[in-house]
């Protein structure tokens, strides 16, 4: 990515990496699931908060940014089982189920989203701010079952069958965390509800152009497969064209800010290669 990226990744990995002490094979597999990831959605939560509230994030906003993650990881273990996607491998080594079984790999998932609402509910105890609370309910709706799980039910179901409902899905299953980072960071910066209402759509845009960008590098694969994407009801070279407009939309918002580190996140978000 870029320095400044690998610098807050640095950062974040110094407290992430082995986060899970126990001396004992579960803590083991947790920790094997969360190794190796890019931390989008926490360093973006981190980032949103610096942006707007104009200061350095604490040990409070660093805890929001942890339960974050801890919920993607959750989502990319229960992803990849046979029942859903049946991946083998995820971030260029084996998946968690396929590293150590089934039904440890849902309940490694399950331990990590118990665990994320384990640490926003103490973080929310020791410092019980009504803007605290509401980025730990904002965090649970866009992960919940009108979020992320609605998306992903739509996906297993193969019920889009249209460019709406390819949004619609889109919208809850990978823009659900990218709004929770952004979002949930205005709440904790005490922002006002102009800036709420913006950073949630900032979360939208950033959300679409990722997955629209992740369909077109996966596009011959998915052809092969006839899944359901933006592509197949849109096109490729229109597709393309959404996603930069969706970037556009977004760096409009950004223009507002002194945002230099999530513009050129965006950017190198979307040209991505893999
Ligand atoms: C199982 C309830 C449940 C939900 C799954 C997996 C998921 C919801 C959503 C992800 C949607 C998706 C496939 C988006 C495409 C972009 C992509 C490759 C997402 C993975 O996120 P990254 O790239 O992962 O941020 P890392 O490994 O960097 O953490």
Redesign the pocket.
């Known amino acids: 990515m870029f320095d400044q990226y690998n610098i807050e990744l640095e950062k974040f990995n110094e407290k992430f990496v082995n986060y899970f002490k126990d001396k004992n094979t579960f803590s083991e597999i947790l920790n094997y699931s969360i190794e190796?990831?890019?931390?989008?959605?926490a360093i973006l939560l981190l980032k949103t908060y610096e942006m707007i509230s104009k200061k350095n994030y604490s040990d409070t906003i660093f805890n929001f940014a942890v339960a974050l993650?801890l919920i993607?990881?959750?989502?990319?273990?229960?992803?990849?089982?046979p029942s859903?996607?049946n991946d083998d491998y995820?971030?260029g080594r084996m998946t968690t189920h396929k590293c150590f079984g089934e039904s440890m790999a849902i309940l490694a998932?399950d331990a990590l989203l118990n665990y994320a609402y384990e640490l926003l509910l103490k973080t929310v105890l020791s410092d019980n701010s009504e803007n605290n609370i509401k980025a730990a309910l904002n965090i649970a709706e866009n992960?919940g079952y009108t979020g992320?799980?609605l998306?992903?039910?739509v996906?297993v179901n193969e019920e889009a069958n249209d460019i709406e409902s390819i949004i619609s899905m889109?919208k809850n299953?990978?823009c659900?965390?990218i709004v929770a980072a952004t979002k949930s960071a205005a709440f904790l910066a005490n922002a006002s509800e102009e800036i709420i209402n913006e950073m949630e759509k900032l979360g939208f845009y950033i959300g679409m152009a990722?997955?629209i960008?992740?369909?077109l590098l996966d596009y011959e694969n998915d052809k092969v497969n006839d899944k359901n994407t933006y592509i197949k009801y849109k096109g490729y070279e229109s597709a393309k064209e959404d996603m930069i407009q969706y970037t556009k939309s977004a760096e409009e918002i950004l223009c507002k800010y002194d945002s230099d580190f999530i513009k050129t996140l965006l950017l190198k978000l979307i040209n991505r290669v893999y």
Do not use: P, W
Not at 36 to 41: S, V
């Open positions: 190796k990831g890019k931390r989008l959605r993650e993607h990881n959750y989502s990319l273990i229960h992803d990849d089982l859903m996607d995820r971030r998932g992960a992320m799980i998306g992903q039910i996906d889109y299953k990978t659900g965390l990722f997955q960008q992740d369909d």
